[in-house]
């Protein structure tokens, strides 16, 4: 044969084969997703009879005029099969090779091609089986580097060993030179394309089958979230709407992005629907049904100072009803992104309040005019008790009446003191500035020598009216009982959460076993009832007394404030 045949006989070899591995690798690459992902048995089922398809073929298709089934393409396919199926692909591909190789009468057997058929399963099942155990522990290219080395040479000892009689071929002739070197070779780099390409093929499906589980888990639980969320939403969009009370949500600047019915009730909104960006901003609404729109405005101003903060106002409205206006936040991640309007009608409440408080102006009213009348009647009869004591002269009677005149002025005490307490907790607690209350109550005691001092107050309490009876009765009861006091002070700090304020003294201050006593009624050296009367005005919004100070060093009262009853000063109380 020419040179130019050989060379074109050689290049159909390399076509054919080449072929037929782009049909194994499109067969491979197409085994059905359902076997592929759990490469089970059904799919080493599957590599068997791709790759015993193309071994088959490649019978047909001899490598180089040789009719060797081994030195074609079939010395890479079945330890490649075993490689990549398991047990289960080598075993069928190399039974059907063997079978398709024995004569019918057995006899002419060629036991180099059935042995290297035979080795090459066993070898690529047996580094599949490595693998999967995590025996060996290899890089999927040294792995196919070893595999192929290793039955390169053993191919190559059994052919030396067992050499192929080609009827073409003279017996002896080229055996060693041609054939063993040209399969070896063949097998190593045969091996290692052809099972890149298979590598290749596994780590693209296996990514996409990894794209495709991680997106059906990011869809679903999207879907979570989103069934979490909408059953969230319903849940307060119910609760919302549930209540009475109008809520209405805006804006930092005002403008209206949300509403309850009750709500659109209060604002006077018609159409439930209507988009929040037609409708005209929070102060628009409310001021144009309000008595007095000063109120919203005030509580706007504090809004801007205060914005972390809650604030509340009543507001009545045209209609005749009174609103309770509080308003809070509207916080997104901890930013405030606008305030939640909450509207509750305290009309009722209004109208039970001034019931009683018309009441409660009768009963004072009357009560100050018996008061009146008992304090004249004692003081008639302490009067006829004197008379009395000066003319008898029977000591007897003389002690008793004056036991008598003692249990009068009692009376009288108690009947004053009903005076002093008739106000408490009579009118609404305000925001007042201790330190200004306490230079207030000061004033009366100009006279007695007595330096007044207040640190720096930065924080203004909310308490009932007569905090100024307060600083009243305390400096009373340190010029009474504090024998040589001559400075007078008021402090304060901070502890943990809560604002005490300290009043101290510089006389002689209380013995221990009077500390807890002291706000006791009736207990005291005078008429005991000052500082019970303390304890009482500062106990109506959650505000307590202790004395703490050091006998001998003066008293020191500590008033503690709780953290809702006390925010920073902004203008003299009111």
């Given at each position: 044969?020419?040179?130019?045949?050989?060379s074109?006989?050689?290049?159909?070899?390399?076509?054919?084969?080449?072929?037929?591995?782009?049909?194994?690798?499109?067969?491979?690459?197409?085994?059905?997703?359902?076997?592929?992902?759990?490469?089970d048995?059904i799919?080493?089922v599957?590599?068997?009879?791709?790759?015993?398809?193309?071994?088959?073929?490649?019978?047909?298709?001899?490598?180089?005029?040789t009719?060797?089934?081994?030195?074609?393409?079939?010395?890479?396919?079945?330890?490649?099969?075993?490689?990549?199926?398991?047990?289960?692909?080598?075993?069928?591909?190399?039974?059907?090779?063997?079978?398709?190789?024995?004569?019918?009468?057995?006899?002419?057997?060629?036991?180099?091609?059935?042995?290297?058929?035979?080795?090459?399963?066993?070898?690529?099942?047996?580094?599949?089986?490595?693998?999967?155990?995590?025996?060996?522990?290899?890089?999927?290219?040294?792995?196919?580097?070893?595999?192929?080395?290793?039955?390169?040479?053993?191919?190559?000892?059994?052919l030396?060993?067992?050499?192929?009689?080609?009827?073409?071929?003279?017996?002896?002739?080229?055996?060693?030179?041609?054939?063993?070197?040209?399969?070896?070779?063949?097998?190593?780099?045969?091996?290692?394309?052809?099972?890149?390409?298979?590598?290749?093929?596994?780590?693209?499906?296996?990514?996409?089958?990894?794209?495709?589980?991680?997106?059906?888990?990011?869809e679903?639980?999207?879907?979570?979230?989103?069934?979490?969320?909408?059953?969230?939403?319903?849940?307060?969009?119910?609760?919302?709407?549930?209540?009475?009370?109008?809520?209405?949500?805006?804006?930092?600047?005002?403008?209206?992005?949300?509403?309850?019915?009750?709500g659109?009730?209060?604002?006077?909104?018609?159409?439930?629907?209507?988009?929040?960006?037609?409708?005209?901003?929070?102060?628009?609404?409310?001021?144009?049904?309000?008595?007095?729109?000063?109120?919203?405005?005030?509580?706007?101003?504090?809004?801007?100072?205060?914005?972390?903060?809650?604030?509340?106002?009543?507001?009545?409205?045209?209609?005749?009803?009174?609103?309770?206006?509080?308003?809070?936040?509207?916080?997104?991640?901890?930013?405030?992104?606008?305030?939640?309007?909450?509207?509750?009608?305290?009309?009722?409440?209004?109208m039970?309040?001034?019931?009683?408080?018309?009441?409660?102006?009768?009963?004072?009213?009357?009560?100050?005019?018996?008061?009146?009348?008992?304090?004249?009647?004692?003081?008639?009869?302490?009067?006829?008790?004197?008379?009395?004591?000066?003319?008898?002269?029977?000591?007897?009677?003389?002690?008793?009446?004056?036991?008598?005149?003692?249990?009068?002025?009692?009376?009288?005490?108690?009947?004053?003191?009903?005076?002093?307490?008739?106000d408490?907790?009579?009118?609404?607690?305000?925001?007042?500035?201790?330190?200004?209350?306490?230079?207030?109550?000061?004033?009366?005691?100009?006279?007695?020598?007595?330096?007044?001092?207040?640190g720096?107050?930065?924080?203004?309490?909310?308490?009932?009216?007569?905090?100024?009876?307060?600083?009243?009765?305390?400096?009373?009861?340190?010029?009474?009982?504090?024998?040589h006091?001559?400075?007078?002070?008021?402090?304060?700090?901070?502890?943990?959460h809560?604002?005490?304020?300290?009043?101290?003294?510089?006389?002689?201050?209380?013995?221990?076993?009077?500390?807890?006593?002291?706000?006791q009624?009736?207990?005291?050296?005078?008429?005991?009832?000052?500082?019970?009367?303390?304890?009482?005005?500062?106990?109506?919004?959650?505000?307590?007394?202790?004395?703490?100070?050091?006998?001998?060093?003066?008293?020191?009262?500590?008033?503690?404030?709780?953290?809702?009853?006390?925010?920073?000063?902004?203008?003299?109380?009111?």
């Amino acid at each position: 044969m020419d040179p130019l045949s050989q060379s074109w006989h050689l290049f159909l070899d390399w076509f054919e084969n080449i072929s037929l591995l782009v049909v194994l690798i499109f067969l491979y690459n197409y085994i059905p997703d359902r076997f592929f992902i759990h490469r089970d048995r059904i799919y080493s089922v599957f590599v068997g009879l791709i790759f015993t398809f193309a071994a088959i073929m490649g019978i047909f298709i001899p490598w180089g005029g040789t009719s060797h089934p081994s030195i074609g393409i079939n010395g890479v396919l079945v330890p490649l099969a075993g490689l990549v199926g398991g047990p289960v692909s080598a075993a069928i591909i190399t039974v059907t090779l063997v079978l398709s190789r024995l004569p019918l009468n057995f006899v002419g057997i060629d036991l180099s091609d059935i042995l290297i058929t035979i080795i090459a399963g066993i070898i690529g099942a047996l580094f599949y089986l490595l693998r999967e155990r995590k025996i060996l522990k290899l890089a999927p290219l040294t792995e196919l580097v070893i595999l192929s080395s290793l039955f390169a040479c053993i191919t190559g000892i059994v052919l030396i060993c067992n050499p192929v009689h080609d009827q073409n071929v003279p017996p002896g002739a080229q055996i060693l030179s041609v054939p063993v070197i040209e399969v070896a070779v063949i097998i190593f780099f045969g091996l290692i394309l052809l099972g890149s390409v298979i590598r290749a093929i596994d780590r693209k499906r296996d990514d996409e089958y990894e794209l495709v589980a991680y997106k059906e888990h990011l869809e679903a639980l999207v879907q979570e979230r989103t069934a979490a969320l909408e059953r969230t939403n319903s849940l307060q969009e119910a609760t919302i709407e549930s209540t009475t009370d109008g809520i209405i949500v805006t804006g930092l600047h005002g403008e209206v992005t949300g509403y309850n019915s009750a709500g659109a009730s209060v604002l006077g909104i018609v159409d439930k629907k209507c988009e929040s960006n037609q409708i005209p901003d929070i102060y628009s609404l409310v001021c144009s049904q309000v008595h007095k729109p000063d109120n919203l405005l005030q509580c706007q101003e504090k809004l801007a100072d205060y914005p972390h903060e809650p604030i509340k106002v009543d507001l009545k409205f045209q209609n005749g009803s009174t609103y309770e206006l509080s308003v809070t936040p509207h916080r997104l991640a901890g930013v405030i992104i606008g305030h939640v309007y909450n509207f509750r009608n305290i009309t009722k409440r209004k109208m039970a309040e001034e019931a009683i408080k018309t009441v409660n102006q009768k009963l004072l009213l009357l009560s100050g005019i018996t008061r009146h009348d008992i304090l004249n009647q004692l003081t008639a009869l302490n009067l006829y008790v004197q008379l009395v004591i000066d003319e008898t002269t029977d000591t007897g009677i003389k002690e008793h009446l004056y036991q008598i005149d003692q249990i009068l002025k009692t009376m009288q005490l108690h009947t004053e003191f009903t005076s002093d307490y008739q106000d408490v907790g009579l009118h609404e607690p305000v925001w007042q500035i201790p330190g200004d209350i306490f230079i207030q109550a000061s004033a009366a005691f100009k006279d007695k020598g007595i330096e007044f001092k207040t640190g720096k107050i930065e924080y203004e309490i909310y308490t009932d009216p007569l905090l100024e009876r307060v600083f009243y009765n305390l400096i009373d009861n340190s010029l009474r009982h504090g024998e040589h006091v001559s400075s007078i002070s008021l402090t304060e700090y901070m502890n943990g959460h809560k604002l005490v304020l300290v009043y101290h003294d510089n006389g002689t201050g209380i013995l221990p076993a009077e500390k807890e006593k002291i706000f006791q009624k009736g207990f005291g050296k005078h008429t005991g009832f000052g500082m019970f009367l303390i304890h009482e005005i500062l106990s109506i919004t959650g505000i307590s007394i202790r004395e703490k100070g050091i006998y001998g060093e003066g008293v020191r009262f500590e008033i503690t404030v709780p953290p809702d009853k006390f925010r920073p000063k902004t203008e003299p109380a009111t």
